[in-house]
C-alpha cells in the first residue's frame, strides 16, 4: 500500500474530523468570536487546510470574496431559532462552518 503524501494525510485527517453539529452546539465558540463561516460555493476542506498552513494571503482573498465570513448576529439568531445543522471542522482557536448543500459535502 502506498503511503500518503502529508498533503494526502492532512486531508484524510480533516475530513475524518468534519462531522454534522446544531448550531445550538457551537454557542460557546461563537460568544467567544471564534466561529467562521465557509460559503457553500466554497470547499471546507480546501478553508481548512489553508487556516491549518496559516495561508494568510489566500485566507485574506476569500474573505475579501466572502468564501469565508464572520457569523454575523443576524444569522447567528437565525440559525439557532431554525436549530440548523451545520458542517464544523475545529482548526484551533477557529470552528469552521458551513451550511450542507443538497449534492453533499465537498472534498479536495
Known amino acids: 500500500m502506498p503511503e500518503l503524501t502529508d498533503k494526502q494525510a492532512l486531508i484524510a485527517r480533516l475530513n475524518s474530523e468534519t462531522a454534522k453539529i446544531s448550531w445550538l452546539d457551537l454557542q460557546k465558540h461563537y460568544a467567544a468570536g471564534n ?3 465557509v460559503a457553500s460555493s466554497a470547499d471546507l476542506i480546501k478553508v481548512a487546510i489553508a487556516l491549518s498552513e496559516d495561508s494568510a494571503a489566500q485566507i485574506k482573498t476569500w474573505l475579501g470574496d466572502k468564501s469565508v465570513f464572520e457569523v454575523t448576529d443576524q444569522q447567528a439568531m437565525q440559525w ?4 440548523t445543522i451545520l458542517w ?5 482557536p477557529f470552528v469552521l462552518v458551513q451550511v450542507p448543500s443538497t ?5 479536495c
Open 35 to 37: 466561529v467562521l463561516g
Open 80 to 83: 439557532y431559532e431554525n436549530q
Open 88 to 92: 464544523a471542522i475545529v482548526i484551533p
Open 103 to 107: 449534492t453533499g459535502r465537498k472534498n
